[in-house]
């Protein structure tokens, strides 16, 4: 059934400017036409009156985990959930990302390829959510942030193999990709969460890394690391890999490679922000209270350097990790402008950058051709940015999940 949208307000995200008394015709999923208002609408066309509202395309998450909650059941889930548990919480919570306006997500880890079967499930039209780009699980070295640090004699099937070579990390990227990963994850150093992990500390190598872009760009995928440390964050970085997750600790030198290689820095502000300020109460244990105070008092110096210099910076959250919840992420905007974005910066974030860094040309933009992904907010977040917090409408190809 053909749509149009009466838009008052229409974020313009290739410019970062405002379209008033706009016309959004749609087609199926598809936007064929946008337009000013007053338009001649096709017969039998259904039109949605959005005229007291700021309509954005629809938002982009470049890093959740939909396994996880944000509560503290997620720090037990990997010895007592089933696979079906995880892959039916990781509906639930690509639901609840949806209904807060973010009709696309990355998942940038999950347990045995529950997040893959999410997305064929969203896919299917079995269940409601948004859009996923999976990465499968991550790859890790052995005793690194991603190994499930058992004690020696016990096992997980649920843990991806570890690697301690190039050729090792060769095999995990196949294995991710065979499985159906639509990008490659990794963990170059260690991280908040992960027990006896120095924070800064680099776990894959180089030679590692470069193994892992080589099998991506082998099969036309893009990569992303975590990485929280300089040393880290340079060598995967150096490596090739597309984007940075976190990128907490950075120095000039830092900077340099990113913009020379064109790497995306994914800032995830809000995920260190939730541990320092709901850490206690949640009663999460105090090294990683006092690991994410570590990160984040690093944090805006390489955002406002980054931003200033013109490194290329995507939007995500981290949703799933501690009083991080999914459906609760828009905070992550009001945290950006915090650290040195304008609204109109966090919000192409969100939008068109996060659509390139995804390489997928359908998305982040209202523009003939695109997937009717649109979604709306009451209030102007150029001017309130706290807004973002409290999504009023949401389509996702066409179909109207909230109005």
Known sequence: MKKAIKCGKLFDSTTGKVLENMLVLIDGKDIVEVAPFPKDLPDGCELIDLSDSFVLPGLIDAHVHLTSTGTNADLTSSTHSLIGDMALRAVTNAKLDLLAGFTTVRDCGGSGFANISARKAINSGAYVGSRIFASGGAISSTGGHGDLQLNPYMSSSLNDPCVDSPYEARRAARYQIKHGADFIKCCATGGVMSEGTTLGAQQLTEDELKAIVEVANHYGVHTAAHAHGTEGIKAAARAGITSIEHGMILDDEA??????????????????????????????????????????????????????????????????????????QGYEFELMTRFGFTPAQALIAATKTNAELLRCDKIGEIAPGKFADVVAFKGNPLEDITVMKNCSFVMKEGVVYKA
Not at 256 to 272: D, N
């Open 255 to 328: 900077i340099e490679i990113f913009l020379e290689k064109g790497t995306y820095q994914v800032p995830t502000i809000i995920a260190a922000e939730r541990i320092i300020v709901c850490g206690p109460e949640m009663g999460l244990a105090q090294w990683m209270i006092d690991k994410a105070k570590r990160a984040f008092e690093c944090h805006e110096w390489g955002i406002r350097e980054g931003l200033r210099l013109g490194v290329k910076h995507a939007f995500g959250t981290d949703s799933g990790t501690p009083s991080n919840f999914h459906g609760c």
